[in-house]
């Protein structure tokens, strides 16, 4: 069964410094995908990023990046240069790829980031 | 509009009562899914949908029921609320292979 495990249940970073979110993973199937959501305090859900377990490369967009290590099972969201609006709750996920189609996302318990000027 | 509709948006209701949660969506995506959030749990899979014809239950479906009117319309009921109903629901839709998922803005239900 998929398991997602995010150990830290909040964090605190200065603005403009970077900080990353831990996630570890758990899967038999060797196809799947990883997303990072994030969650302010008006409470909408956020598509940061994606990456796929086949992929080559590290997936990044704009501040975001996203440390994959398959062996290590992790996928940890790397935010560059914090600003006080990043200040909200990360979500971790993973779905399963199979031939019927991708299995549900199953999420961790989030990451609440608390940005400090 | 936005894509993925939920409605209502907040709900105060007493336990015993039946309540049903509506999400229409505007995507096109042929996958459904309703989540729970609650505080230092993330999100939990209630039910989810792949077609109109399909119905699968969630990690946490006990006490939940559902109903695919249509593609677009998936509809999550609580037969006799209880108080340890009370979470912040969400609606999500996805395309059938890749593709994230679209999420509602959420329905925040009180069950006293």
């Known amino acids: 069964a998929q398991k997602i495990t995010q150990t830290q249940p909040g964090m605190f970073v200065q603005e403009k410094e970077a900080v990353t979110l831990d996630c570890t993973y758990d899967?038999?199937?060797?196809?799947?995908?990883l997303f990072w959501y994030k969650q302010p305090s008006s409470g909408e859900m956020i598509f940061l990023i994606y990456?796929?377990?086949?992929?080559?490369q590290n997936a990044t967009e704009g501040r975001y990046s996203l440390n994959f290590q398959k062996a290590r099972k992790s996928a940890n969201l790397v935010i560059s240069a914090s600003q006080l609006g990043d200040s909200a709750m990360y979500f971790c996920?993973?779905?399963?790829?199979?031939?019927?189609?991708?299995?549900?996302?199953?999420f961790g318990k989030g990451t609440r980031l608390s940005v400090i000027a | 509009d936005a894509d993925v509709t939920q409605t209502p948006r907040n709900r105060i209701t007493k336990t015993g009562k039946r309540i049903m949660l509506e999400c229409s969506q505007t995507k096109g995506h042929d996958r459904m899914y309703w989540y729970r959030q609650d505080p230092g749990l993330g999100l939990r899979l209630i039910y989810y949908?792949?077609?109109?014809?399909?119905?699968n239950k969630g990690e946490i479906s006990d006490g939940y029921s559902v109903s695919r009117q249509a593609q677009a319309k998936f509809s999550l009921s609580l037969e006799s609320a209880i108080p340890n109903q009370t979470a912040l629901y969400f609606c999500?839709?996805?395309?059938?292979?890749?593709?994230?998922?679209?999420f509602g803005s959420g329905t925040r239900l009180t069950v006293v």
């Open positions: 949908s792949f077609d109109v014809k399909d119905i």
């Open positions: 996920a993973m779905r399963e790829v199979r031939g019927s189609g991708n299995t549900p996302l199953v």
């Open positions: 999500a839709t996805s395309k059938g292979q890749g593709g994230g998922y679209t």
């Open positions: 899967t038999s199937d060797p196809s799947y995908g």
């Open positions: 990456q796929g377990s086949y992929d080559q």
